[in-house]
């Protein structure tokens, strides 16, 4: 990625900050310089190179990966760490392999299956302590613990990237946020990051990402392309939220507790969840009935950062009340089959309630059926062990079969819902659940929600609400909703009004905030939430 490298080579002995660490008071509790991080990197990246690579055995037709490449798991919380381990594997031409702590060992074990080293930071080694690492690693694979506190091996510095090569390779395996228990590897090319890069960068305004605030997991590509490489493209600064916090979309109650540490950061982008748009809307509201700016008092700042949110539909009337405080929200489509975007509303041509115009290097179009088709120089190459079933299709002519539902005016794209998530009822009627969701999830108390139906007589939902408040009140309370904003075919009809907790949020939704919905119908049709 000729953008990203020659950036970091650029940076490779500033002192600026590239990582500060915020503490649970607000103040920075660690920083890391750019040379201190590039160093570290390619000091890594120098020993990887001489790693031996592991006899695979035959791949599955349809494997794009290379049986001769290195492959290094990554395995850590959001911390200094990861950007080390990405810039270094990077460097040594290996493919990264991330792996979400928030898996469970199967999860963990079936993205680890083919690498031939594991990174981890401290957090990282209890996870796989937790996990048994001898039920997660493949045998023999070593398992390394980055320290960044301790002294560089040599004063002299390797370079990070020796020579120049051709970028057509496999750089990363990416999870995506399915819906199944074992989790598709996704297989990004270094190329197809180096064209997304520079259509963001195109998209987006100068240095908007000079000061970024971290708030999900770097396991995601998303978050590794806004958090890490925009950021350095930027010469910028990445803020992570102190270790005690729970990342958003890790937790039902992570989107309130991160609102401190938003202010704390004074960031110039962030990239939020659905949820966490609408706690913000919430904190905005109080705000402003109590006298305060708004923007002052969500982000420590006079000025509005560029906020970006994806991942899920988003209420619309949330968003313009957003608008009317002053703070713009830029919703954006993407999946990892594209290495992440496909889509952004940006600050030059933003319309609430679509995804945005398309990135420069991006095509779309809608088959007769309504499904979003993508062509782009950024496609995946495959998915790791050949052809998925369960995943995305590219035709004949190139076009990426997403899945997704979609109207495309003027440019902009509108997404309507999943394909395999519409909703057959006993009674023949289809509900896209998506847009459903959304609406509800504009209740204040509710942290998440899943709303199911294939052959049942109507609509049931999950909800996961604020264990603060009566489950009574608010199943009224979403009663009332339902019949202000939604057709009686769309209303959920049988209301699982639940508190919320850590296990089943993780149960039940995805990293990403999307739920399992063949785990909630099931759970239902058991009898866990009479």
């Known amino acids: 990625m000729r953008t990203l490298e020659q950036s970091l080579m650029d940076l490779a002995e500033d002192e600026r900050p590239l990582v500060e660490v915020l503490a649970p008071d607000g103040s920075v509790a660690r920083s890391y310089s750019y040379r201190h991080v590039v160093r570290a990197a390619a000091e890594l990246a120098r020993t990887l190179r001489e790693r031996p690579v592991r006899d695979r055995g035959a791949r599955g037709a349809g494997d794009p990966t290379d049986p001769g490449q290195l492959q290094v798991g990554v395995v850590t919380a959001n911390g200094p760490e990861f950007l080390v381990a990405d810039f270094a594997v990077l460097g040594a031409r290996g493919v990264e392999v991330p792996v979400p702590l928030a898996f469970t060992a199967e999860q963990a074990a079936a993205m680890l299956e083919d690498i031939d080293i594991c990174l981890a930071d401290e957090a990282g080694a209890r996870r796989l302590r937790e996990w048994g690492a001898e039920k997660v690693l493949p045998p023999g694979v070593p398992l390394q613990v980055l320290d960044l506190e301790r002294p560089a091996a040599s004063e002299t510095a390797a370079p990070l990237f020796p020579r120049a090569e051709a970028t057509a390779r496999l750089c990363k395996i990416i999870h995506t946020s399915g819906t199944t228990s074992r989790p598709k590897g996704v297989c990004i090319r270094e190329s197809a990051l180096e064209e997304l890069i520079g259509s963001l960068r195109a998209a987006m305004p100068p240095r908007a990402y000079r000061r970024y605030l971290s708030l999900v997991p770097l396991s995601l590509l998303i978050e590794q392309v806004t958090a890490v490489y925009l950021v350095v493209c930027d010469a910028g600064t990445v803020v992570l939220l102190p270790p005690e916090v729970p990342l958003v979309g890790t937790s039902s109650f992570a989107p309130q507790a991160v609102l401190p540490h938003v202010r704390a950061a004074r960031p ?83 319309r609430v309630g679509s995804v945005g115009r398309p990135l420069r290097h991006v095509r779309v179009r809608t088959a007769p059926d309504g499904e979003l088709l993508v062509k782009s120089t950024s496609l995946f190459a495959g998915y790791k062990g050949g052809d998925d079933p369960s995943g995305c299709d590219v035709d004949e002519e190139g076009w990426l079969h997403t899945g997704d539902l979609a109207v495309i005016e003027d440019g902009f794209v509108w997404i309507r819902g999943r394909k395999k998530s519409v909703i057959i009822t006993s009674a023949g009627r289809n509900v896209a659940p998506e847009w459903v969701e959304a609406q509800y999830r504009s209740h204040p108390a509710v942290l998440a929600v899943a709303v199911v139906g294939d052959g049942l007589p109507a609509l049931h939902g999950l909800f996961l609400v604020d264990p603060r408040v009566r489950p009574e009140a608010v199943r009224a309370e979403l009663d009332s909703l339902g019949h202000e904003r939604l057709s009686q075919v769309e209303r959920v009809e049988v209301a699982h009004v639940v508190p919320a907790d850590e296990s089943l949020h993780a149960e039940f939704f995805t990293v990403t905030g999307r739920p399992r919905r063949s785990a909630v119908q099931a759970a239902i049709a058991a009898g866990r939430f009479a």
């Open 268 to 350: 110039s982008a962030l990239v939020i969840t659905p949820a966490l748009a609408e706690a913000m809307a919430s904190r905005a509201a109080e705000a402003r009935a109590s006298g305060r700016d708004p923007v002052t008092d969500l982000f420590g700042r006079a000025e509005a950062p560029l906020v970006c949110c994806g991942g899920a539909p988003v209420d619309a009337d949330m968003l313009r009340a957003l608008d009317d405080h002053g703070i713009a929200v830029h919703e954006g489509y993407g999946l990892s089959e594209n290495s992440s975007v496909v889509s952004w509303n940006t600050p030059a041509a933003r």
